[in-house]
Every structure is written in C-alpha cells, then in structure tokens.
C-alpha cells in the first residue's frame, strides 16, 4: 500500500471504526425482536468504546502527523479533543436513556442508528479542512436530529418540534451553503480552509464578495449554535421533544458546532477577523439577554433549560471574539481554549441535569414542569445533589466547572481590554443564577406535590456513571487545570 493511502487510512480510522459499527448495528438489529434488544445496546456500547481506544491510539501514532485525503480531513489535536469527548458523552447518553426507552416502546434499533449517524456527521464536522465535507457532516447531523426527533411518530408534539426544526434548519443550511458558494467566488475558486486562507492574506480575494459570504455563513453558524435571534426553534425542540432526544440534543453537537466555527472562521478566515468578532459580539450579547431573561419565566423545565442554553451559547460566542491572534506565529489562542474548555462544560452540565430529568421520568409520567422536582430531597436525596451541582455549575458557583469556563471567557475578554463585555457577562451570570437557583429552592424547601414523579428503574451502571458524571463538576473545578490544559495545549498554530 502506498505511503498516502496508509496515512489516509490512518487518519480516518476511528470514522472508519464508527461506519463499520453504525452498518453492523443496522444489520444485527433487523434480527432482534424487543425482548432481545439488549444486544443492540451492548454492541453500540462495545463499537463506541473500541471507537474511543483507536481514535486514542491513532492521534499518538508518529505517522499522524499530517492532512490525509489531499488535506480535507485532519485529526489535530483539535479533533482529538471534540471526538474523544463526544464518544464518550454519548457511551453516557446511551446508558442514561436505556430505561426511558424501554418504557415508551422507543428501545430499537432506529435510535441508535440515527444517533450514530449524527455522530459520524460531527466527526467530519470537527476534522473537514473544505467547505464541502464541512457541509456534508453538517447535514448528516441535521438529518440525524430531524429524524430523531420525530422518532415517536405518533406524538403531535415531537412531529411539530421536528418539522419547526426542519423547516428553520433547511434556511439556515441554505444561506450557509450559499455563504460557501460567495467564499468560493471571491477566493477564485477555493475551498480548501488553509487554501482560502492564503488567497485572502496575499489580498487577491475579492473583499465584497467575502464580506456577503461572511455574513451569511456567520448566520449558519449562529443559527447551529442556537443564538439570537436564530433561536426559535430551540425552546419548541427541547420542549416537543422526548427527554432522551432532548438530552442528545442539547450537549453533545455543542462542542460539534464550536470546532465547526473554529476551523471555518480560524483556519479559512482569519484575516476576516474583525468583521466577524463583531458580528459576533452582537450575537453574544443579545443571546446573553434574551436566553437570561426569558429563562426566568419558564415553568416548563426542559424549555427553561433550553433559554439557558442559549445564553450558554452566547458565552462561547464571546470566546471566540476574545482573541489576538497572528496565524503563523505559533501564538496560543486563549479566546478559543476558552470556547472549548466552556463546551466541555456546558456538555458535562447538561448530560447530569438531563439524566436527572431521565431518573426522574417513569413509565406513565416526564418530569417537565419545575413544579415536579418539589421536594426532591426528601424523596432522593442522591438525585436532588446531582442537579443542585448541574444548577450551581451552570450557575457559575465556585468551586464548580461552570465557574472556571466562565472566568475563562471573561479573562480573555479582558486581555482584548473589552471591559464592557466582561462586565455584561458578569451581570448576565448573575441575572442567570436566579431561575437555576430556583429549581434548588424548590428541590428542598418546596412541599412534594400529591402525586409526585417516581424514580424509574435506572441500571447500576447508569446511575454509576451519572453519579461519576456529577462529580466530575467538582473534582474538575477543583483542579480545572487538568482539562484546560488538555484543551488549550491544541491551539497553537504555527
């Protein structure tokens, strides 16, 4: 085999590890009736943990060491960072969503194959250097969630979700692709990243058409990240909804959709610096004020969840406009080491509190609403500990992880001297910390309801990981040392 193909190979095994999982699943499961569908489950779980183990072999080999496929697809160590977190969040998902399935007739094989799907989508996502496999994996991740979250076809609710999510993710995904097609016109017909990249900094580009395909490929990214005001399909999704769909949602694609913005606007655009820091900026801002002060009125809880999300997504986007950066240099991006580190995170956060939502969500009854969490604590004392440490996290609340990611983003903000951003997202954490110190009030010092939500009938191994999921907020704020390092070692390039 020739030197090129070997290293091609080598760079895309752990999606090639992933694909031949995904195939074996789709074909295994056509010969399972419910009663034997376990085997599904741990056979996924068994593919992704192999998937894990060969990405974390490949990234060290000394031959993975360059673009493969005529460098379209990398596995830097950026990659490396977004996969290995993204695999085993979703070995964590499939674990807490076990019983919930099982118990709405939703435990087939559809929904881990479309789960999949996604995640070979955010894959390409995380490691394309062109605009077309970025494109590509970003549909594959769409299409996925679509589909999703319409798996349980005969409720209305979860219909109208995914066809609001459809419609508006369509637009979004035409106006990014119509983006790509005024970058690749006013490149001269480029679209490699690093290619796009060195047209724009011999200044042989054409600005207009850069600056137009700019703008609406600022608008697709803004649109995946949920900010406003391209957040309207957020609330009607995390709500309309099942719970394990919504959890999948909700977290993992975040750190998908940071390196997507990362490698499109760093690696391909940089020289556009200015002009989309500020466009971002607008975005932080008004997604740090509309996701705070919306979430406050919620009773609805994954809808609350949902707003808060968005001001979470406003934080990231502050990250990225926090930098001061020359490509070349060898400099360390500590705007961007910020981003990332706040959507590793954000995804440990929101996997404790939705696996929370998950125990709590039995046969015949979801924990929605605020209300049903209602002295919690008397009941399950354990589950009411690990959301009060999700809420005190999201909450900024020292010494949790949550605190750290935002003291990150705020201390870049202030190396770019951009003291009125830092002093908006404090005031925004504040505003913030009421409505999630509001779910621990009613968790122990609110009266049960009559009929209160039971806890289902999780496995060992789930309510061990989430337990080891929720502390992990802790031991990692602790010593948060341990994953920033981990995450900003990879943002430097030279």
Sequence with gaps: MMDWEKLNLIAAAPEIVLLCLLSLVLLVDLFLDNQRRWITYGLTQIGLLITLAVQWYVFRLPENQSAAFGGMFVNDGVAHVAKVLMYVATIFLFAYTRHYLKARQMYQGEYYTLTLFALIGMCMMVSAEHFILLYIGLELLSLSLYTLIALRREDAQASEAALKYFVLGSLASGMLLYGISLI?????????????????????????????????????IAFKFGAVPFHMWVPDVYQGAPVAITAFVASIPKIAATVFAFRILVTGLATEFIDWSQMFMILAVASLLVGNLAAIMQTNIKRMLAYSTISHMGFILLAFVGNNFVVGDGQSFSGLSAAIYYAVTYILMSLVAFGVLLALSAKDRECENIADLAGLNHRHPWYAFLMLLAMFSMAGIPPLMGFYAKVYVILALLEQNLIALAVFAVIMSL?????????????????????????????????????????????????????????????VIG
Aim: glycine share 14%.
């Design 184 to 220: 690749y016109g006013g490149s001269g017909g480029q679209l490699d990243l690093p290619v796009v990249l060195g047209v724009l900094y011999a200044g042989q580009g054409n600005g207009v058409l850069i600056q137009l395909g700019l703008i609406f490929i600022a608008i697709g």
């Design 431 to 491: 505003i913030g910390a009421f409505y999630y110190l509001r779910i621990v009030k009613v968790m122990y010092f609110d009266e049960p309801e009559e009929n209160p939500v039971q806890v289902a009938s999780m496995c060992w191994s789930a309510r061990f990981l989430l337990s080891a999921n929720g502390l992990m907020l802790i031991a990692f704020g602790i010593v948060p040392y341990i994953i920033l390092d981990w995450c900003s070692q990879y943002f």
